[in-house]
């Protein structure tokens, strides 16, 4: 439970947040107000200018998609500090990188110029905003109605900040851009782990991925060379990855009887909110290639007397059937690390037959770069999701060798998915002691003497 005692003359406002905000360590006459450090940018953006975004972790990057909006927007420039009015308590606040010139945001994101002043280094700037400290002080002045609370720029200024020499600011930047260096070299180069065993297993199989041509986007076809009336499948089908599989061993249908079934899951609608029979269930959310995240579980109501039906058995094979089209496809198989157990109707699950066919033989070939491309050509694409019809992953041509060959498979799959998991562990990590570090080197910095 959560308890302060405060005098009645120290409260700005009737608010229960107010009571919770953390405060800077330093002496209060040493802060400067950002109204000080900041001047408010009200420069109309041209037409041409892209439109702007702040994700929940302060990264400001350039909208996906067309300009659509209506209204005037406004330029921020490089080093500009952003807010989204109604997310800024969410975290959605951050600095304009050195590497885009211009962005254009609605009256919805006050932007500010912090170069004019000169007091903040824009590096230093990113880093004070992601401190604990700042974003509990930003949470405290969201006002209004529940769901739609603001953080208004006038208030905003109002908000008194420690700010050290540019000298200790270099230091602490400098600090933390090489221990994020470091981290982001071991990721890049694990990145490359799972692609290579890729390479390997295709070796194995005998998979010949040597397309005829790489078919550009513009292209002509004839008629008889049409297998579905799809652009995607065409280019696909004329680039050689067509209904017959070259490789070294006996192929099959995935969904024939004597290699796996194709299951569906739960349909969710508003009758099966979680109730007295609330079952933990996977979305799209939690299934990653190789990788089951359970770091978020929801529960959905099913039925004892249906339940069987749609419950995960050790060793189901989890395949993507809605999301991007770059995630659609993706396998990973179910170790059984919950109990009682299912899944959305977004998710297949694929259970192998019986003893020929190897579970994790079968999740390390329909993540490899054959099965991906065969799977994502057959896609049904609207504008913002791709699904693979059951049919499609029932017809995948998947060669069936050996039990020596699949388990050997199955070992460079797992042997990468491991080697990936530990340093992608380590390296975050290493990230997030990064970032703890920072936030307490910019709390703690000592403030520059004004004259």
Known sequence: MYSKVTRFAELKRWDVKQLRTLSWPQESSLLEPLACLAVRRSEPALSTVPLGSISFDGNVTVRAGDRLIQGRTY????????????????????????????????????????????????????????????????????????????????????????????????????????????????????????????????????????????VDTRFTAQLSQLSTWSVRRTRSDLSGLSDELRCAFPVRRLGDRTVAMILRGVSKSPRNRPNQNARPYLRVANLQAGFIDLSDIRTIDVPEDTFESVRLHLHDVLVCRNNSLELVGKAALWRGQIEECTHDDHIFRVRAAGGDVSPGYLEAYINTPYAQAWLQSRAQVTTNLAGIPGSALANLPSPIPDRAVQLKVESLYQTALDTYAATIDQAYQALQEARSLAAANVSNARPRTLR
């Not at 932007?111 to 905003?129: C, E, K, M, N, R």
């Not at 908000?159 to 982001?184: F, G, H, N, T």
Request: aromatic share 6%.
């Open 75 to 214: 330029l921020a420039r490089s080093g500009d500090l952003v807010f989204s009015k109604i997310d800024a308590r969410n975290g959605a606040i951050g600095i304009v990188p050195p590497s885009i010139d211009q962005l254009a945001f609605s009256t919805e994101y006050p932007i500010f110029d912090l170069t004019s002043v000169g007091a903040f280094l824009p590096q230093y700037a990113a880093l004070l905003l992601r401190t604990p400290i700042f974003l509990s002080q930003l949470e405290g002045l969201a006002a209004g109605h529940s769901g739609r609370k603001r953080v208004t720029p006038e208030d905003f200024l109002k908000l008194c900040v420690p700010v050290p020499d540019q000298e200790v600011q270099r230091s602490i930047v400098a600090e933390y851009e090489e221990k994020l260096a470091s981290a982001m070299q071991r990721i890049a180069a694990v990145e490359k782990v799972v692609p290579q065993s890729m390479v390997e297993i295709q070796d194995v199989l005998g998979i010949s991925m040597d397309l005829q041509r790489s």
